[in-house]
């Protein structure tokens, strides 16, 4: 069951990458990526890493997905200073692919659920031990990328305020 | 080859499919996004299969180094939209000059 999930869920991601690859609205490529990413976080899931998957899922489904329409929503939509605008059109979704797309991830939900039912307690005994890696042989590496993420926030903050004034 | 081999290789090399082929700066970093997905799932799948957590480690620093150049870049782009000009990479020149 854990397999033809972990199988269904590769299908589905690398269907939504292909699908993200040919989109020419910027709506519809961040709207797949947000399908390739949970995907993914369905995928780190099976492969026995709940706390990876969990990650995965707030850090770059949600958090980078916001951002990213965030900055697709602010942007100009005139042909002069944000380029082509059918790029900025919502576009539509053909019902029978989101249709199809429904089934496939509630039978992967359902397929998921039956594996993690049958290996409760099996998965997520290495992640117990990544708080132990983290901060202590990898502390610097660790501290590192905690002042990459404030720097980066500084810089979103200054930006706008720059903007503003 | 193992099924989180195979994945993660075909999403890396969308990835950079998408980096390549597109000119949108912003469907670039949309790229990057999947190219880090993909090399999470590699190093998940054999942190697992070696019993190592250090691979767990190193993909949660790939995660959040994943999201600081996520925010940086999209700070780039959303400065040049309001500077009116285009998003297309190919319009970045100035270095080239």
Redesign the interface.
């Known amino acids: 069951m854990r397999e033809a999930a972990f199988y269904l869920a590769g299908a589905g991601a690398v269907f939504f990458s292909l699908l993200m690859l040919f989109q020419r609205g910027l709506y519809a490529a961040a709207a797949c990526l947000l399908g390739a990413l949970l995907q993914t976080g369905a995928l780190l899931y099976l492969a026995g890493s709940p706390l990876v998957g969990f990650l995965q899922v707030v850090i770059c489904s949600g958090g980078v997905m916001t951002l990213v329409v965030v900055a697709v929503v602010s942007a100009p939509r005139k042909a002069g200073a944000g380029g082509d605008p059918a790029m900025w059109a919502a576009g539509s979704v053909p019902r029978p692919l989101a249709a199809g797309v429904v089934l496939f991830l509630a039978a992967e939900a359902a397929l998921a659920a039956a594996g993690a039912m049958s290996s409760a307690g099996a998965s997520g005994a290495l992640d117990a031990r990544v708080g132990a890696v983290l901060f202590g042989p990898y502390a610097l590496a660790t501290e590192a990328a905690a002042l990459l993420l404030f720097l980066a926030a500084l810089a979103l903050v200054s930006g706008r305020e720059r903007e503003a004034r | 080859m193992n099924?989180?081999l195979?994945?993660g290789l075909?999403?890396f090399f969308?990835?950079l499919?998408?980096l390549a082929?597109?000119g949108?700066l912003?469907?670039m970093?949309?790229g990057l996004?999947?190219m880090?997905?993909g090399s999470?799932?590699i190093l998940?799948?054999q942190?697992?299969v070696f019993?190592?957590?250090?691979g767990?480690?190193a993909?949660?620093?790939i995660?959040?180094?994943?999201?600081?150049?996520?925010?940086?870049g999209?700070?780039l782009?959303?400065?040049l939209?309001?500077a009116?000009r285009?998003?297309?990479a190919e319009s970045l020149t100035a270095l080239r000059e």
């Open positions: 099924p989180a195979q994945v075909a999403l969308l990835g499919a998408c082929l597109r949108r912003l469907v970093l949309l996004e999947l880090a997905a999470v799932v998940t799948w942190a697992g019993g190592d957590p250090a767990l480690a993909v949660v620093l995660l959040a180094v994943a999201a600081a150049e996520a925010v940086v999209l700070c782009i959303l400065r939209h309001h009116g285009s998003g297309d």
